[in-house]
């Protein structure tokens, strides 16, 4: 991978607590030496919340879309029956 | 023949909702959503507040399944219902307090967090995501919200193997992280 993506994945292991995250000690010592990795952790940690609400959005219009095939089809008053 | 995923433990249920998300929703739809219209109409609720309250509960019992919280003592049905009751019964207290509101349309109010500063730029980084192409869209939110694992990510989407889904999903992030940058910059040129 480039450069630009091992570091997108370095900071992702931390956000994450993924299995090759770095210890505590060694990311303060990044975070001293490079000057724009808090930045660039926050940047990144908002696009994750960016991404939990579109998941989120996606997942209620799956829902309503189960919803409509369930109880508004043509034969939806036989699964209503079948499922009471 | 797969076992119906109102039956299933935590963990079944969790590779069921990974294995094939609308079969096993369906399912659990179909399995528990007339006990919760009766109940929500039963007490003072409309058809529309039963199918909000009851979408709010699967979409929680989804992030607890698929995030390794959840713990289940009866049938992932009962427990639905259960959480339906409980969120009714907090909607009607709040309406009786503020009669003119209907239950909240915007999915972050499901928890009662109070969301932190960074979460108010949410709306911003969303306008991102969903300017993306569609196949970024689609594996970043595979990955990030639906929790797939990458190998099924890979297959999904053509990859040929696991490594080549990881590398595209990196350079989308990096493309929403840009997108997000140079928003972020013009607003503070412009400001």
Known sequence: MRPE???????????????????????????????????????????????RRAGRQQLRQELRSIHARLYRGRWAWLRRLWSM | MTASPHLLPATALRDALLANREQALTR???????????????????????QDVFQDALVILYEQATGGRLVLTASASTYLVSICRNRWQHELRRRARLPQDALPDDPEQLNAETPDASEEAGPAVLDYVER???????????????QQPLTQIAADHDYRSVRSATVQKFKCLERLRNSVRRAFHAETIDS
Request: aromatic residues 10%.
């Open chain 2, 28 to 50: 659990l739809y179909r399995r528990a959503f007339p006990a919760v219209r009766r109940y929500v109409r039963g007490h003072g609720g409309s058809a529309e507040d039963a």
């Open chain 1, 5 to 51: 993506l091992e570091r997108l994945q370095l900071i992702e292991q931390h956000l994450l607590n993924g299995p090759a995250a770095l210890p505590a000690g060694d990311w303060n010592l990044r975070l001293l030496l490079d000057g724009e990795l808090a930045a660039d952790t926050a940047t990144q940690q908002r696009l994750y919340q960016g991404l």
């Open chain 2, 132 to 146: 993306l192409g569609a196949k970024c869209k689609s594996i970043l939110l595979a990955f990030y919200y639906f």
